[in-house]
């Protein structure tokens, strides 16, 4: 039976990417050797990693004053490493809350300085995303999260200030086309549309770094990083090598305007499905809405579980919500094919005319 | 033209577990799925890292009182991850420097505490294992790094201690058997004798940890790891999975007991031919030898250039010393077949009639 991946993440990728993958676990390039069993200063892996990061810089048209590192960990490390390493003691980061992830960071900065929460939309269980609020100019940087994947809600313009921007951008890093040069620091975990859990995406504006007085430690120190050109310790070469593969994809698909196309166009079939559904009813502020992860819910509880076995049943995989949220979640990264949402609106539809 | 792969690290693996990997990513163990593309709280991860803790726990015969966890990054992350959860503000751990990888263990924990180097090596470039050294009462715990694969030592015998043991094995986990049980903790990099690259094994005894007072943050905090089941964010899940792998395969092959033999043919091969070669020199004392990477120099300097492309020409990879050392390094892990360090000791043979 064919499946639908509606993952959240680890998710869908590209069958290409996946299909270069196994074979380069096999024999890299013909050379004879596993991509498993290279060394990453061999001229092999430094051609990676080199074309990785330059594509980064391409598809993301970044202008010279950025570096791209890949590192080892998912954004939960970033968390950590970000106050590391741009904020010090008795200093102050505004946060925003607009969800679980956000929310987390905000606590791990807090071991590093101070936390200013600046917008919460806490107060409507993260169903929003807070707009037109302050932020105080003794800030030295303010944190939020592009994609809240949890809560289903995205952010769809920045807020415009000169205080740096640092942006999570794990759920929908490669979805769109954005100045991408407005933040100072962005981050992504690989394992959504970018590739496989075990790298991060580090996108950093060099005059932002080297302001700590506080001991960095080596291995989370995005300047040493920089000046071994990403390879200062042993990198995760396969998830770097996948991570290549996918950008290679996008850019052959048509780069992020495409990857932007294709996401309305998913994202509007199953908004629109949804909102003819009575079935169904979604919290999430309708301009707010994320294109990448829509949470709703069945109007009449006792027919979550019916219709997740359903779901089951016809090769739906990942529709349940996240844990602390509960209800349906739809994951439509750039990899998922619009024949998958299609077939879940069908279901749904179906599901509706029975139970309705 | 047949590879012969003398990496060290990340290195050669066994052949049956890289087609193993391969076919899992394009198809996790006929699900329909890759095993990039599964969520890492599905069954059917969990079952992968489940086995795989559980295997570690079984091949080093580890008691109760440990906990085995898989975490993101490198050696390089421990040596700050080490002191963040066992050394507080004021406290003094012993460090041995026996090698580049100690030393640089050593700098990363003095950021945290005070660091008491108890041995070292240094005064003869390493080329030996300290003995009979003190170990101060006061010290929190001592640190060794039980393979130097720079330098091509290796402890055979370990200090005998009320003080907890701290081990970097990241070049010779599972080489050899021993009682694991003497140390309090265990790290490893996965990218010699254990799979691929971005993922670390970590062993702990469970008594030593929630000793510290400044607060850890929670993506380095081994108990909220432990709590957590080794899941407390995405895992690196392909490089989790490609060491059950070679986890299966070691003790399917007869165990440690079984690496250590193969390890020993292949070690008294190598030395006994260098040996016997006088265009060869070897710096290293010869009880503290590693059997993992053998380093040694061309005794007439100028031969060394023509003696590695010779060793290019015929397939050999990874025969080239470590920067700062230079001169030869064969690296001899689990996966590399007797033939391979065979065929290197009759390039050796030939190269010193012609040339001898």
Not at 59 to 75: I, K, N, P, R, T
Not at 168 to 187: A, K, V, W
Request: aromatic content about 8%; charged content about 20%.
């Amino acid at each position: 039976m064919k499946k639908h991946n509606f993952n959240s993440g680890p998710s869908i990728l590209p069958q290409e990417v996946l299909a270069k993958a196994a074979r380069a676990v096999l024999d890299f390039n013909g050379i004879g050797l596993s991509i498993l069993e290279i060394g990453h200063r061999s001229s092999w892996f430094v051609d990676v990693i080199e074309e990785a990061r330059s594509l980064v810089k391409e598809l993301m048209q970044l202008s010279d004053e950025y570096e791209v590192l890949f590192l080892h960990g998912g954004a939960t490390t970033q968390f950590m490493q970000v106050p590391m390493n741009l904020l010090d003691d008795g200093e102050t980061a505004a946060y925003c809350d607009n969800g679980i992830w956000g929310s987390k960071a905000a606590k791990e900065a807090s071991l590093f300085g101070n936390v200013n929460v600046v917008a919460s939309s806490k107060d409507k269980d993260h169903t929003y995303i807070n707009k037109g609020f302050a932020i105080p100019a003794n800030s030295k940087y303010l944190h939020l999260t592009t994609n809240n994947t949890v809560e289903g809600t995205q952010w769809h313009r920045f807020p415009v200030t000169d205080i740096p921007l640092v942006a999570d951008m794990s759920s929908d890093i490669f979805s769109r086309p954005m100045n991408f040069n407005q933040f100072s620091l962005i981050y992504a975990g690989a394992q959504k549309n970018m590739g496989a859990a075990g790298v991060n995406l580090l996108v950093v504006k060099k005059t932002v770094l080297g302001k700590i007085k506080r001991p960095i430690p080596v291995i989370m120190d995005y300047k040493k990083h920089i000046d071994a050109n990403s390879l200062m310790n042993t990198p995760p070469v396969f998830a770097v090598y996948v991570a290549l593969l996918t950008l290679r994809w996008i850019k052959k698909e048509g780069g992020l305007k495409e990857m932007e196309r294709r996401s309305n166009e998913k994202a509007n079939l199953l908004y629109s499905t949804i909102d003819s559904l009575p079935i169904f009813t979604s919290h999430v502020v309708k301009e707010d809405r994320s294109n990448m992860n829509a949470v709703f819910f069945l109007t009449h509880p006792e027919q979550e579980a019916p219709f997740l076995e359903l779901c089951k049943q016809e090769g739906m995989i990942g529709v349940k919500g996240y844990r602390t949220v509960g209800g349906i979640r739809v994951s439509m990264y750039n990899a998922l094919p619009l024949e998958s949402v299609q077939a879940f609106c069908d279901l749904a539809k179906q599901f509706a005319a029975k139970r309705g």
